[in-house]
């Protein structure tokens, strides 16, 4: 215990890291990529002195398939045409037809069975989707018993900052729903639902409230990878998404919610939300049970009307809509980008509304059946709910 | 509203995905990879036609840059001479020097700057790293608030199945601190110890209880690219995790962990391990505040005294470890791998409390200083813990 010798970096286990073989950890990266320039241009990297051909492949303006170009050292380099639109950007590179994420960016996604690089840049709205200097709410990645299908099934719960230190206060509640391919991950992850959340919160623009974000895939009990089922591949399962049992339980979920959070429990304290197959989703909760949610939300939905024949709450749907618009929800929200696949059928649905004379709210967009417009749809619902 | 018509996958959005160019998804890999054979050999696959040369990297036995070979397809196929023995292992590809995750498995894990992709071959002990069919707990990124740092920075916090229902049921807790390069979130992915607890737990094992893993480099408020500092490249960061602070201030993160979960808060109900690092801070913090933990487990830990101008959490370490073990804690826990580089250090500090007469109980395991070692301590830990 005399002994005084410096404690260097080397004593508390970098260096043993680096000496590792079994390990094999890479403390840095041997380029730097992506590069975000003070004009917003971006400078990708990839060191392959032995390839013959790199692609970038990237979701921005310009970024379908560019050849990069190699230098001296072997680093193949592409800077865009283009300063880029403040988005949440996702990338990869092809190395002679070979497609992989950026090795020198840890920072990726999964969209079920694909893993993307990312690349955030910070402009406009899109600053909502950095964390940002700001009270941080908390994501928990909880489990609820479902009675219906008699398994536990997973939740990811936002819980507004403050909530903890806010002692009897109750909060209002919105449940938000992933699409086709996505799970309770989706929207906190491509949705970065908890970072628009804390932004706009703490700009006074919404109001705190409690987001639940469950998994849709009945047949899931939770992400893959994080279930029983263990590391499969995403795409092997069939989530058995479309037979009604999911809309049906979901007062499984409410009730859940109720008796684990402080949550005001009056319809109008309740919203439901969802992209693409979760709009529809919401569509037919809403409708089926028409007391519990005073805001609606289809985001891209599919809303075309299911075969009867398949599930009870797919049924007398002119019927429950009627029921629904009787009770007058505060807000029945649709929006849609101009590109998307399901276009068509929301103007089918909206001609029905209007044609029913039932209130609803249309937003359009620019783009498609995408991640960027879902984040930006719900930046524009989240300050309609609950005032 | 009358239209009726069968609702498929198509409008749903898996169509449009794979269709859209922009999102790029690949809804299926080209290959399977890894794949657990039935006698736990693994079959590892990549597609790269035009590479010339493909290499395994894997930490399992017989994985260090093993030469994958080529089928005429373009596939570079490599099985296992042995079948692997239970682990959480982590392996990449190296195709012609370029080092990459494996495109076909969607499962990574970020250790510092590095993406590996994982293999989890469930047998034996590391059963428990699956996610197990019982009850799970909760874990939650939340945020304290350091008066001493001035800043908001985060926890990971596991709280055991049935938390929510249990009323007004209290719970011990352990603090489970990482590594150097580490952050809060690395027991909970590396270290695999939601799925550790639920299982043990389940098994009754191992007491219920809270598990909070903060942030040990007291210069960042939390994970890389989770604050405010955005995706930046995680080794650019100098997180000060050597200047006492951390330890100094840790009664705030207890102080905050007790007014927000309902814990008990009497030394027998209060545990503090960590690896490496995070063991040097828990022999630290544990003497620093003698009357706060009864448990202290110092995994492959960094005892070697540090100079005592540095902070005063440092000084009078002898005095400070004397008072300590007269409050005579209930276990004081040291373990470490015959081949780390801290055996040595180890081996002084043990004599130096064998010299003074303080009890203490050790391990030594095979290996060095990795996180099968610390997984494998963890699980030997916990079911010493608040009995």
Redesign the interface.
């Known amino acids: 215990?005399k002994?005084?010798?410096?404690?260097s970096?080397a004593?508390?286990?970098?260096?043993?890291?680096i000496?590792?073989?079994?390990?094999?950890?890479?403390?840095?990266?041997d380029v730097?990529s992506p590069q975000i320039n003070d004009d917003l241009t971006v400078t990708f990297r990839?060191?392959?002195?032995?390839?013959?051909e790199v692609l970038l492949?990237g979701?921005f303006p310009g970024g379908?398939s560019q050849q990069m170009h190699k230098d001296a050292s072997g680093v193949w380099t592409l800077t865009t045409a283009e300063p880029l639109p403040g988005e949440l950007y996702?990338y990869?590179f092809r190395?002679?037809?070979?497609?992989?994420?950026d090795?020198?960016?840890?920072?990726?996604m999964?969209?079920?069975?694909?893993?993307f690089s990312?690349?955030?840049i910070?402009e406009g709205g899109s600053k909502d989707y950095?964390?940002?200097?700001v009270?941080?709410g908390?994501?928990?990645?909880?489990?609820y018993h479902s009675d219906s299908e008699g398994v536990?099934r997973?939740l990811t719960v936002y819980t507004p900052?403050g909530y903890?230190?806010s002692g009897d206060l109750r909060y209002p509640v919105l449940y938000l729903l992933h699409?086709?391919?996505g799970d309770e991950n989706a929207w906190a992850e491509l949705g970065r639902a908890s970072q628009i959340l804390d932004n706009m919160i703490a700009r006074g623009e919404v109001e705190p409230m409690i987001v639940v974000m469950p998994n849709g895939n009945i047949d899931l009990q939770?992400a893959?990878?994080?279930?029983?089922d263990?590391?499969y591949?995403?795409?092997t399962k069939l989530p058995r998404?479309?037979d009604g049992h999911f809309e049906a339980a979901f007062p499984e979920i409410v009730s859940h919610v109720d008796?684990?959070y402080r949550t005001k429990t009056d319809k109008a304290s309740r919203a439901i939300a969802g992209l693409?197959?979760g709009g529809?989703h919401s569509m037919v909760i809403s409708r089926e049970y028409p007391e519990m949610f005073d805001y609606v939300g289809l985001f891209s939905a599919?809303v075309?009307?299911?075969?009867?024949t398949r599930h009870e709450v797919y049924r007398d749907?002119?019927k429950k809509?009627r029921k629904q618009f009787e009770n007058a929800p505060k807000l029945y929200w649709i929006a849609i980008g101009e590109d998307?696949?399901?276009y068509g059928?929301n103007v089918?649905f909206r001609e029905?509304l209007d044609k029913?004379g039932y209130p609803y709210e249309y937003f359009e967009s620019a783009g498609?059946?995408?991640w960027r417009n879902w984040r930006a749809y719900l930046r524009l619902f989240l300050p309609r709910l609950f005032r």
């Open positions: 215990m002994i005084r010798i410096a404690l970096l004593a508390l286990g970098l260096v043993s890291v000496a590792s073989a079994q390990e094999a950890l890479h403390l840095r990266p730097f990839l060191n392959a002195p032995k390839a013959q492949e979701d379908n996702s990869a190395v002679d037809s070979l497609r992989i994420t090795p020198a960016n840890v920072y990726t999964r969209d079920i069975s694909t893993l990312l690349l955030l910070e950095a964390i940002g200097d009270p941080h908390s994501l928990t990645k909880t489990w536990d997973r900052a903890e230190q699409g086709m391919g939770s893959p990878g994080e279930s029983k263990g590391m591949v995403p795409t998404t479309m008796r684990t693409s197959m529809m599919a075309r009307p299911i075969y009867a749907d002119e809509l998307d696949f399901l059928e089918a029905a029913a498609g059946h995408q």
